[in-house]
């Protein structure tokens, strides 16, 4: 059985290196959409995949870009300097802030997320299968466990602000992450 969770992010950016003029010298930003894509072939107790309540990291994850730009750290030094003096909240991602990139940076982190939470209600074989992030109305990528051969960085690569840390009530989820 395969369920869906939607998750929402305004987010600044610049995605350089692309076709466009626009987009890659100009920092601009969108309303985000991200779908996750969960399945199970047994369901627990409630007759559910999981509850969405086990998602609340995965709520932290997507909100923690909101109202945030994201820098991808193959930008110059003096480009980075000028968005950390400017900006609260920042998160620097191992990938350019495209929806490719982001779709699989989320898919990859949301993964171990999934992996790292505990079932008490006879969840089982709860499997992420995709997660979708829509840049526009017209326009989204999706990344998918395939997908992970494209991953070049681990979850130690992505930095966020003290600006974006604040608001976790904790950071014990993240430092697993990063394990």
């Given at each position: ?11 600044a ?15 601009h ?7 996750v894509?969960?399945s ?9 995949v999981?509850?969405f ?8 994850l ?7 730009y ?10 980075k300097?000028f ?8 998160a ?7 929806a ?13 997320i ?8 006879g ?7 995709a ?12 990344a ?18 003290p ?9 014990e ?6 394990l």
């Open positions: 059985m395969l369920i869906r969770k939607q998750f929402k992010f305004e987010g950016h610049i995605v350089r290196n692309c076709s466009s003029h626009r987009c890659r010298e100009n920092i930003g969108h309303s985000y959409i991200v779908e894509f969960l199970s072939d047994h369901l627990d107790r409630g007759y559910m999981m509850d309540s086990l998602l609340d990291r995965v709520k932290t997507v909100d923690s870009f909101d109202h945030t994201s820098l991808w750290d193959g930008e110059d030094d003096e480009f300097t968005i950390y003096r400017y900006n609260r909240r920042v620097e991602i191992p990938v350019s802030p495209s490719e990139g982001y779709a699989l940076l989320f898919f990859y982190l949301i993964d171990r999934i992996g790292r939470t505990e079932f008490r209600n969840e089982s074989n709860v499997t992420l299968r997660v979708r992030v829509h840049e526009t109305a017209t326009g989204y990528a999706e998918s466990r395939e997908d992970l051969a494209l991953v070049r960085f681990t979850a130690a690569d992505v930095h966020f602000t600006g974006v840390r604040e608001d976790w009530d904790n950071e989820w993240w430092n697993l992450l990063t």
